[in-house]
């Protein structure tokens, strides 16, 4: 089965997938994406990813070049070539071709990019037995809500969390958590889920949304607030939720243990939904 390119409405062979020199995205991380996730060849919450991708557009004054319907038959299009199970659809846009200039270009055409590959999902023991974080400074802009490709600031936390021997990198601004580098933050703390609350400090993610709701069906508390680090040291769980992470324990954070150094039991039940919402 092959991984599949799409480049301004058309599937080309992965070599011949290319875009100019001049694309704003290369030159000023002038653009939006979203990823995906597919299960069973479907893709997971397609409408919820697609409206984030029309509110980050919109918040650029980016032009959208497809209508949602028109984005549902690209993707299915090319799951359907890619044949993979599990997959991972990645859609950016850019503001497209122009001599490098700072300001919007007048009458250009945005860039459209759409790669599907296939999807490894983590081992069933990373999941089981939960995994290390490390806290880093948040050094990202101040519209984090918006799903830009100018992502420098997440992969120098991810890098760092990479020498430092961890999963994931928390980051950190003025004392309190806001997020990880590649997924959202939640802490558990007597029974109660705390987390960053949406705004431009952190990026909502998809599957942030869908683990609140199922933590409220199963009667859940949730409290919307930013946590201070330390307290995320003392909390009885952490986990971390994201399109490839889904709800992923986190049992010990710059080295402390969290809670009992296994996964808890909201998080084993949290995690334990997802699988029978996605399974």
């Not at 919820?48 to 209508?67: F, G, K």
């Not at 991972?88 to 459209?112: E, L, N, W």
């Not at 889920?193 to 683990?211: M, N, W």
């Not at 949290?270 to 996605?278: D, E, I």
């Amino acid at each position: 089965m092959p991984d599949v390119a799409f480049v301004n409405g058309r599937f080309l062979p992965w070599n011949d997938a290319t875009v100019s020199i001049d694309d704003r995205g290369f030159q000023f991380g002038d653009g939006v994406y979203e990823v995906i996730r597919t299960y069973r060849g479907a893709p997971f919450e397609l409408a919820a990813h697609l409206s984030r991708l029309e509110r980050s557009a919109t918040a650029l004054s980016l032009p959208q070049p497809y209508s949602n319907r028109q984005w549902t038959q690209w993707i299915q299009q090319g799951l359907s070539q890619a044949g993979y199970q599990d997959a991972k659809v990645y859609v950016q846009i850019t503001r497209g071709v122009a001599p490098r200039d700072h300001v919007f270009p007048s009458g250009t055409a945005p860039t459209v990019v759409m790669t599907i590959r296939e999807f490894h999902p983590l081992p069933v023991q990373v999941r089981q037995d939960g995994v290390s974080a490390g806290t880093c400074e948040d050094l990202r802009w101040g519209r984090c809500d918006i799903k830009s490709v100018n992502l420098l600031a997440n992969v120098l936390a991810r890098e760092e969390a990479k020498k430092a021997g961890v999963f994931e990198a928390i980051l950190v601004k003025d004392g309190l958590v806001t997020e990880g580098s590649v997924s959202n933050v939640m802490a558990v703390q007597s029974g109660v889920i705390v987390t960053a609350p949406e705004s431009p400090r952190i990026l909502s993610g998809v599957t942030r949304t869908v683990v609140l709701r199922l933590a409220k069906q199963e009667g859940i508390p949730v409290e919307e607030r930013f946590l201070p680090v330390d307290a995320l040291y003392m909390a009885d769980e952490v986990f971390l939720t994201g399109t490839t992470v889904e709800v992923l324990a986190v049992v010990r954070v710059d080295g402390k243990t969290i809670g009992s150094g296994q996964p808890g039991p909201i998080t084993r039940t949290l995690a334990a939904r997802w699988a029978l919402l996605t399974g």
